[in-house]
Structures are given as C-alpha cells and as structure tokens.
C-alpha cells in the first residue's frame, strides 16, 4: 500500500526507467509473466504446469494456481484482477478464481495452445491462438469457438494438385476498449476485426512481410508494437493504422524476443534474443533514440514486461528466474527538508529588513491557528488516484492471508490432551516389561553358554550363576521401575501424542508378543532348576 499512497510524490526528475536489478523471484522454472492492472500482483507461469502469483510490494508468493500438466505458454489478468486466464502446451486454456484458486471454466483444443488474452472490459471472452490451429474468439460461459476472419487472398493460377492450407495466426491481442482484435500472420499482415461482428476493418501489410511474432497495446491505447522476424520493432498509431518508428540494433542485427511499452508510453523496450546474453534496450518513442542498454547475466531472455505504473522492469531469464529492473535511487538527505538549499560554496547571507525585528509574533500565531481549528477535515471521502485513469467498485488489489490452526496431534478437543488413557498406561507398562524380559532371556543364554565349559567348572560358576541371577533380576527389576517412570514422564511432555497414536489392534500384538516372551522365560528357569537339581 506504501507504494500506491505515494505514487504521487515520486520524484519527477528521477530516471523514467530502471538501470539495476534489485530482486530476482525464484520458485520453479519460469516462462512467462504478466502484471495485474495496479502492479500489485504479479502472475507467473511456470515449466511445471503452475501458476505461481507473487505480491510485488512484499516480493511473497499469495497464491499456486496447479491445473495444467505442460508448460504454460501465457497468462493474462481480467480487468478487475479476480480471475486469471491461463493458457499451456496441453491444448488447455483454463480460466482461475484468483482468490479460490479453483478454476472456473476449461476450453480444450486440438493443438498446443501458443497464447490466449482475456477481454479488457469483458470476463467471458478471450482470443485463443493455437499453434496449428485457426485463432478462435472463446466465450468462457458455454465455450462456443468463432473463428477469426482471414485476410483473403490474391487470386493466382496454382496447380490443380495443390491443396490450399489455412494460414496461422502468429499473434494476437484486443486493443484497450475490447471493441477490435489485431491478428498478424506469418505473411507480415495486421488484420483489424471487429469483436461484436468479426468482420475485417482493415488490413496493413508490413514492409517486407516477414512474420510478425507478437503484438503490445500501449497502456493509454494510442500505440501498438508489432515483433517481426526481420529484426526490427515497428511501432504504429492505433487511430490511423500508420507506422511511426522503427526500432532495431543496427549494428548486431538481432532477433527480439519480446517488446513492451513502458507505463507512459514515453519509452519501448526490446530483449534480445541472444541465447547467452540478457540485454534489454531502452529506446524513447518519440525520437527513436536509443537510451541505454541494460545487460543482466550471462543468460537468455524469455518473457519482459513493465510495471504498469512504477519504473520497474520484469524479466525471465532461460535458467527460469524473475529479475526485477528498478531504478537506481540514491540518497540526497539535504534535498528532503522544505526551503532548504545545497550550496556548493559559501554565499553571503543579506537579511531581510524586518527580520530581526521585535514584533508580537505570539499573536499571529494564535490566530492563525484558530482559523486553522476552524476548517472541517474530511477522513472519510477517499480521493481517486490521479495516475489511475478508473476505478473498478469490485476490484482485486491484494490477496488475503487467512491463518490456518496447526494441530499436530489431530485431535478436536484439546482439552483431552491433558487426561492420560487406560490403553495408553497398559501400553508403557509393556513397554516396560518387555525391556525386562529382553534382559532376562541374554541372562539364560548366558547361563547356557557358561555351563558348557569343562567339568571342573560347572559347580563353582553354577553358584555365582545363581547370585548373578539374584542381582541381576533386582537391577531389571529396578530397570523396569526406570523405564516405567521415564516412559510416564515422556507421556507426560508429550500430552498423551502415545494415545493418539497407537491403536487397538497394536496394542493387541504387544501384549501377545510380551506373554510369549515371559512363556519363554519362564520355561527357560524350569530347565536351569532341573539341571541343578541333577547336579
């Protein structure tokens, strides 16, 4: 919320846009991205199939949206920020609950799916491109596909064997009313279609016709870029449909990954395509200027956008990071007092006729202040924010955390920590016992192991066999008493965990294992008193 109430206080003479990375989003491989239309929310598609959604101010992840089983080719946010359209290589295209995280309708498709964008104004429609597929405009209430019209073509003398194949759209986008579509192709034409009727408007062929690989509406709607594989940004005027500028590295001659507006417009940004290098230009859109290069690491680029109201600058990177581009703010602290000056040498000082004058200054004050006193603050109308150009009644800006109770002992009532069960005291007196009866049967193997020596030493060992017996059966006896108590204090700092944990049936087991061993035992000393007895 920090950011938002002093939007308006930023420093108009910083730089308009960002210079270093401050912060990198690690969660998954990542893909693409886009920003809800506040730039609080930040929407990340992964490899995994995943949705992950960051809060940008707290750089924390607020929700995992899982539904698709392949990489996630786009993602794109409804006006309001409640709902997410997700499209994947599955041949899905899913529409999520934002806050539920349920997902409320799923358009399946032949092929995998290389992009879909929601409406602007309209939650129940998008535009779909599938990679081997006609672009469909989707209604996301009943799934009804329409598809979108196609330039036609010159008409030309073909052979009779050949077989005319519909050609794929490359790119598609809604301009910022919702009211057209503009689809390019791989034969560098821009179809404008009308959403209601989808009837073409108008047709532009680009200079050279290469392919057009992707196409950016400027946030105010005026502008629109267009990606060709010929190496070069084109951006146009959305009103006439007329080329402005073209944006290329003249001297690399590179191919773009992605290009974006920046949130005034005022500048465009391209990535390059390079595999190892991360270098996003900066260019200003009036004069085709080229302002500055920003090089991350030593890694391709995949996606890029800007912030839709701050400088900042998103990109993903081929090992699947997010990095954040922001400006490079320093401290002035001389600047931030009101009527305050830095001066770089001493000047002198010429006072004011009346300043040291002895006047009433009490007076005045006084006055003021009650005519201060005297006005009405206003703490309950909310004021709109001036770099805001709307205002949605129902909309999303922030993603709740509700607080969930951790119960590690599964147990409703707790108050039945504190009282310990009949099963659970039979179980440590087992316990016990079981110890005890460990040690007795290692006395008799003892035993038999001691007497098989030579003759001469049977009657002596025999007595001090018996008197270690003796000793040894007080000390279990002491050991089980040990044990016992141990085991009821354990009991008692673990709050009955025994209880909750052991059932019936295991109870049941060890108690019969525990008769079996005392059988055994038992049968064991008959077998010593006979020996003696023969002895």
């Keep these: 919320t920090g950011g938002i109430m002093n939007l308006e206080l930023l420093n108009p003479f910083e730089n308009e846009f960002p210079e270093v990375i401050e912060d990198c989003l690690e969660d998954g491989y990542a893909c693409t991205c886009a920003c809800n239309r506040r730039g609080t929310l930040l929407a990340v598609g992964c490899h995994d199939g995943r949705c992950v959604i960051w809060d940008f101010d707290t750089r924390g992840i607020a929700r995992v949206l899982m539904g698709h089983i392949r990489p996630v080719s786009s993602v794109s946010w409804s006006r309001n920020g409640r709902k997410l359209l997700s499209s994947s290589t599955d041949c899905t295209v899913k529409l999520w609950d934002v806050l539920s995280t349920n997902v409320d309708f799923t358009v399946h498709f032949e092929s995998p799916i290389l992009l879909a964008q929601i409406h602007p104004r309209d939650n129940t429609k998008c535009i779909v491109v599938p990679m081997m597929e006609n672009a469909v405009l989707v209604s996301l209430l009943t799934g009804e596909k329409r598809n979108l019209p196609v330039p036609a073509k010159p008409v030309e003398k073909k052979p009779k064997t050949s077989k005319t194949v519909t050609p794929n759209f490359s790119a598609a986008c809604f301009n910022k009313l919702g009211d057209r579509i503009y689809t390019g192709d791989a034969k560098g034409v821009i179809t404008i279609i009308d959403t209601n009727t989808l009837e073409i408007i108008r047709t532009i062929k680009v200079s050279g ?249 049977k009657s002596e060992p025999m007595a001090d066999m018996d008197d270690e017996e003796e000793e040894l059966t007080a000390a279990g006896g002491h050991h089980h008493h040990s044990s016992s108590s141990s085991s009821t204090t354990a009991y008692q700092r673990n709050n009955g965990r025994t209880s909750a944990m052991v059932d019936d049936e295991e109870l049941e087991q060890q108690q019969q294992q525990q008769q079996q061993h005392n059988r055994q035992h038992h049968h064991r000393q008959q077998q010593h008193q006979q020996q003696d007895q023969e002895q």
Aim: aromatic share 10%; proline share 4%.
């Design 209 to 457: 016709g290469a392919a057009i690989k992707s196409i950016q509406f400027s946030k105010n709607g005026k502008y629109f870029l267009t990606n060709s594989t010929d190496r070069i940004i084109r951006s146009w005027d959305a009103e006439t449909s007329s080329m402005l500028r073209e944006f290329q590295d003249v001297i690399n001659k590179m191919q773009w990954k992605q290009c974006f507006f920046s949130c005034d417009s005022d500048y465009i940004i391209g990535g390059s395509a390079q595999k190892a290098e991360h270098n996003i230009y900066i260019w200003n859109r009036l004069y085709g200027q080229l302002l500055k290069i920003l090089e991350g690491p030593k890694e391709g680029i995949m996606d890029l956008m800007w912030h839709p109201v701050r400088p900042i600058i998103a990109s993903i990177s081929t090992s699947g990071v997010v990095y954040i581009w922001a400006t490079n703010y320093t401290e002035n602290w001389s600047a931030f007092p009101p009527d305050f000056t830095e001066l770089q040498e001493n000047v002198e000082y010429i006072e004011r006729e009346d300043e040291f004058d002895i006047i009433d200054e009490d007076e005045s004050l006084v006055k003021k202040k009650e005519n201060d006193e005297d006005e009405i603050v206003d703490i309950v109308t909310v004021d709109k924010i001036a770099a805001y150009s709307s205002e949605e009644e129902d909309e999303l800006w922030f993603i709740p955390t509700a607080p969930e109770r951790d119960n590690h002992y599964g147990i409703s009532d707790p108050s039945a920590l504190d009282q310990p069960t009949d099963e659970t005291a039979m179980l440590l007196g087992t316990a016990g016992g079981g110890h005890s009866s460990h040690s007795g049967s290692r006395l008799a193997n003892g035993e038999r192991d001691v007497t098989s020596g030579s003759g001469a030493l």
